[in-house]
């Protein structure tokens, strides 16, 4: 996840790529992989927010609590015509 930010900034053009492999942790249990998936998300949407709107909104309406954290913490950065009410 760490180097997800470094490699958006260097392919901004590849944020689907990235949004790919965030998707395999988005139930993650443990805390710090949860902070850094958000983070490597909000990195992502600097470069693309509607794909992270995009992305976020098809767990939205997760019913796991670790989804949800980082669907919250996630939405609150992005733009406020993209906001997802949780």
């Known amino acids: 996840m760490a ?27 443990d805390k710090n ?12 949407s600097k470069r693309d927010p509607e794909a992270v709107y995009n992305f976020l909104i098809k767990y939205a309406s997760s019913q796991n609590r ?10 609150r950065k992005l733009p406020k015509n993209l906001k997802i009410k949780t």
């Open 3 to 29: 180097s997800i930010a470094t490699y958006i900034r260097a392919k901004p053009d590849d944020a689907e790529y990235c949004l790919k492999i965030v998707e395999n942790l988005m139930e993650e249990e």
């Open 33 to 44: 992989v949860r902070k850094a998936v958000a983070w490597a998300l909000r990195e992502i």
């Open 66 to 75: 670790n989804t949800k954290w980082i669907v919250r913490s996630d939405s």
